[in-house]
């Protein structure tokens, strides 16, 4: 009878352990709790000199339902990255929230995001609420991640402006679908094939002092939190003749 009961409670703790487990393997739904402030001085949409580097292309990002991150900013690797935000009071706040990109970094009243003064109205159930919700300027949420969705969009390849043909070459990746992050990226000559490792050079920033010549190839690699890594190399190529300021379609989209 020992031996029966002491089983019992073997197999009703390895339960309880794989239960945990398999809570723990979903936790990337789950949610965090912070807090969410927005700029009050800016207009419904995002800013243009964000410290992601996208420029213009970043303040009308999502319908410009963008915002600045704190730690999730991750030293420019979190740029591009999609949130799930929703506030917490429910006398304004809707169930659904809003889905923001992350285009700045910054922080302000110990906040993980400050959003658009587009996006933060977006997440009260109605107009009335949406004035209360600017009133409080800082108001609790909860935020996850979530994968970005640009519908008839592939990733685009934007040239810096500050690019300078053909000796430097800068530019962002835009439109990344998905919830992996682009952590590496090479620039490789589509005559020979042959790849150099760029720099980061802030945000979403990729740059060369000494671009090959030749119409140019760019391959990514996305990472995600579980370790996995792939490389991806669109169809399409940079022209010979980039032009600073110009915006280039890869012909492909993360299905990752």
């Not at 009878?1 to 352990?17: D, E």
């Not at 070459?169 to 042959?194: M, P, R, S, W």
């Not at 490389?231 to 032009?243: Q, R």
Request: with cysteine.
């Amino acid at each position: 009878m020992a031996f029966s009961h002491l089983s019992l409670l073997f197999l009703f703790a390895t339960f309880l352990l794989m239960q945990t487990l398999g809570d723990a393997a979903t936790c990337s739904d789950c949610f965090t709790h912070s807090r969410a402030a927005y700029y009050p001085n800016s207009d419904e949409q995002g800013t243009e000199t964000g410290r992601c580097g996208y420029g213009t292309f970043g303040a009308t990002l999502n319908g410009g339902d963008v915002s600045t991150a704190s730690d999730l900013y991750r030293d420019g690797v979190g740029c591009g990255a999609c949130y799930q935000v929703r506030c917490t009071n429910s006398d304004y706040c809707s169930d659904q929230g809003v889905t923001v990109v992350v285009t700045d970094h910054g922080s302000s009243h110990q906040t993980d995001f400050i959003l658009s003064r587009r996006a933060f109205v977006r997440m009260s159930q109605t107009t009335s609420a949406a004035t209360s919700l600017l009133s409080l300027g800082v108001v609790d949420i909860e935020y996850r991640r979530v994968s970005c969705s640009y519908p008839g969009k592939n990733i685009t390849i934007k040239i810096d402006e500050n690019s300078n043909y053909p000796h430097y070459l800068a530019f962002v990746i835009g439109y990344q679908q998905g919830k992996k992050d682009i952590t590496a990226v090479q620039l490789c000559e589509t005559q020979n094939f042959v790849c150099k490792l760029l720099d980061r050079s802030y945000g979403a920033v990729w740059t060369t002092s000494s671009p090959p010549s030749g119409p140019l190839s760019i391959r990514m690699l996305f990472s995600d939190d579980d370790g996995d890594e792939t490389w991806l190399t669109p169809v399409n190529n940079i022209p010979e003749d980039w032009k600073p300021g110009s915006a280039y379609d890869s012909g492909v989209q993360v299905n990752l």
